[in-house]
């Protein structure tokens, strides 16, 4: 209730009853007036009550304005009416949606904004360093890789090179012996076989032999196993060697330096001089040409051996099979004498 309702109160009458009237006329004014006051009573609750109930129409009505006009104001962002009742879970995910796609199109539309000169000309000098900091870090990898690499090839170079150059001191010649530490000392045996410098491990050990397979030897042929590297053997030169004789056909040993550790020496070369060979034709011939340090099979005919039949006892016949190792070239020994492995 307002305050013009509250403050709007029935008036009393004031009229008095008139001293000289009498008891039964003032009790009937009284009534009349008692219903009067009861009247008016009425008619001023009636016009409390109205105004009252339009007041609370006027609250009602402006109450409910700024409602309608938020719900109008919020269709109108969404892009259409207020929904109703049972429309508002579609209409709630639209306005999501579009809610969402509006939020995506502003921060596209979002741009950075433009650098100024001088922000330009800073994050051009910071690109300038970065890009001088990473060349001069390149720079220092490389040029430390570079010194790492000429270190190793300088030490590669003096270790390959030195020891080329003492196996060149070396190749080809006889070792020095060491001295004795005191003098009463007995010189120390020297190993078997005697072998020059840089010859292959493998001559210092007694060849495997087997026989041949082939029915016969048809011409003299030479099936190098170890290449040397050393002096070629010529015509009339005395060669020192180590030997395996065995026949071609069941590879049966008659004769080997190996059994008396003790190396031959030969002339070889001398029918191509002309001259009466010191040995069979097949070692004459066959060991020319050959280089020191070498291992060889050595196939010889029975021609160019002891031939089908022994002149002598205990002479090998038939075709031959000869391993050797050419060990050292000597001087040619003029007074002649030498004799084939195997012969008295």
Request: aromatic share 4%; with cysteine; glycine share 10%.
């Amino acid at each position: 209730m307002s305050d013009r309702g509250r403050n709007r109160r029935p008036a009393r009458s004031t009229k008095a009853t008139p001293p000289n009237a009498s008891a039964p006329d003032a009790s009937a004014e009284a009534e009349e007036s008692s219903a009067a006051v009861t009247d008016e009573q009425s008619a001023a609750e009636q016009v409390d009550s109205k105004q009252i109930d339009s007041e609370q129409g006027d609250s009602g009505q402006n109450a409910d304005e700024p409602a309608a006009v938020s719900a109008e104001t919020d269709a109108d962002a969404s892009g259409g009416d207020v929904p109703e009742d049972g429309d508002a879970p579609e209409e709630s995910e639209e306005s999501e949606t579009t809610d969402k796609s509006d939020k995506s199109a502003k921060s596209k539309s979002k741009t950075a904004a433009p650098l100024t000169k001088a922000e330009q000309r800073a994050a051009a000098r910071v690109a300038a360093a970065k890009s001088a900091r990473r060349r001069r870090t390149g720079q220092a990898i490389a040029g430390t890789l570079i010194v790492l690499l000429a270190i190793g090839g300088a030490f590669t170079g003096v270790w390959y090179f030195g020891n080329r150059a003492e196996e060149q001191k070396t190749l080809c010649k006889k070792p020095v012996p060491k001295a004795s530490s005191t003098s009463n000392a007995s010189p120390a045996p020297e190993p078997y076989p005697p072998m020059l410098g840089g010859f292959d491990k493998r001559l210092a050990e007694e060849p495997k032999t087997e026989a041949g397979k082939e029915s016969n030897v048809g011409v003299r042929h030479v099936d190098v196993l170890i290449q040397g590297d050393c002096k070629t053997v010529k015509p009339g030169d005395t060669i020192v060697v180590n030997y395996v004789g065995l026949t071609y056909k069941d590879g049966k040993v008659f004769d080997s330096s190996w059994q008396h550790k003790q190396t031959f020496p030969v002339e070889v070369g001398l029918l191509e001089q002309k001259q009466q060979p010191r040995v069979i034709e097949g070692w004459d011939r066959g060991l020319v040409g050959l280089k020191v340090g070498s291992r060889v099979i050595l196939d010889i005919p029975a021609r160019e051996g002891y031939g089908d039949v022994a002149q002598r006892p205990g002479d090998p016949v038939g075709d031959l099979r000869f391993y050797v190792d050419i060990l050292d070239i000597e001087s040619s020994d003029a007074s002649g004498g030498l004799t084939i492995p195997g012969a008295n």
